[in-house]
């Protein structure tokens, strides 16, 4: 297969730098555009420069369309706001859109399916290969330890993460609900405070901790009587998302039109 050309969204950011280095060292991708907001003070830099490595000749811009229409994709970890914009220039340039984005609602996925329904989008809470495979693990022990062990999810990050729950810790419940058979709307609980009461029989507990530099670490508490079951994973460092990222884009690039989860990248469904 040809070369992949990726444009990184949000490239001045944390992410964005971590994203350009990872296409850079994967074998088939290079760094077609990189954009920032209008106004930003990286605009005219060089994207390779700007993530610390050696001119790669494309420049920071904030022409999201011109740039889309000389790429095979964009990869995308910024606010939902953004994501949903970006997927509709996604689907109009034809190309693939990877998702990294948290904090989306119910409308947000909404449009987004709708971008599914021209382009190959991955969309994942998480894009660790890692992640994504815990919870494969969860749904199956969901399943085969059955409503005897109740289901606590914790999960901690950084002191500047915006929302919660985290994108993962809703992604391994959605993967405990997924094999208990049940909506995790209907069973989960985000929040305790005061005279609870007795824990609701089925329910998803979500508990969550921010604070200093933490990159991301979630457990998945199976507590029966007399034994607990924990599934868990520690990210060291943010390199691990970006380069599930670039290989969700790869293995996008020539797909049927769909919205896909890092499961089905890594083959999880089949």
Excluded: C
């Amino acid at each position: 297969m040809d070369t992949m050309r990726l444009v990184v969204v949000g490239a001045a950011g944390r992410m964005g730098r971590v994203l350009i280095r990872a296409i850079i060292e994967t074998p088939g991708a290079v760094v077609a555009g990189a954009l920032e907001r209008p106004g930003a003070p990286e605009i005219g830099e060089d994207a390779g420069a700007l993530a610390g490595l050696a001119p790669l000749g494309v420049a920071v811009t904030d022409a999201p369309e011109a740039a889309f229409a000389a790429a095979d994709g964009v990869i995308d970890f910024t606010i939902p706001g953004a994501t949903i914009a970006f997927s509709e220039m996604a689907a109009k340039a034809g190309i693939v859109h990877v998702i990294g984005t948290t904090g989306l609602n119910a409308s947000g996925d909404e449009q987004i399916a709708e971008a599914a329904k021209t382009i190959p989008v991955v969309k994942s809470g998480n894009m660790s290969l890692g992640v994504n495979l815990v919870a494969g693990l969860v749904e199956k022990a969901a399943r085969a330890l059955g409503p005897a062990f109740d289901i606590e999810i914790l999960e901690m990050h950084h002191r500047r993460k915006i929302d919660a729950p985290s994108g993962t810790a809703l992604l391994l419940g959605e993967a405990a609900a997924k094999g208990r058979e049940v909506d995790l709307a209907d069973h989960a609980v985000y929040a305790r405070e005061g005279h609870t009461g007795a824990r609701p029989d089925g329910a998803i507990g979500f508990a969550t901790l921010r604070g200093g530099t933490v990159v991301g670490e979630h457990e998945v508490i199976f507590a029966g009587e007399g034994e607990r079951v924990v599934l868990g994973h520690v990210a060291e460092d943010r390199s691990i998302f970006a380069r599930g990222a670039v290989h969700a884009a790869l293995w996008a690039h020539g797909r049927e039109p769909g919205l896909y989860s890092m499961a089905d990248v890594l083959g999880l469904n089949d």
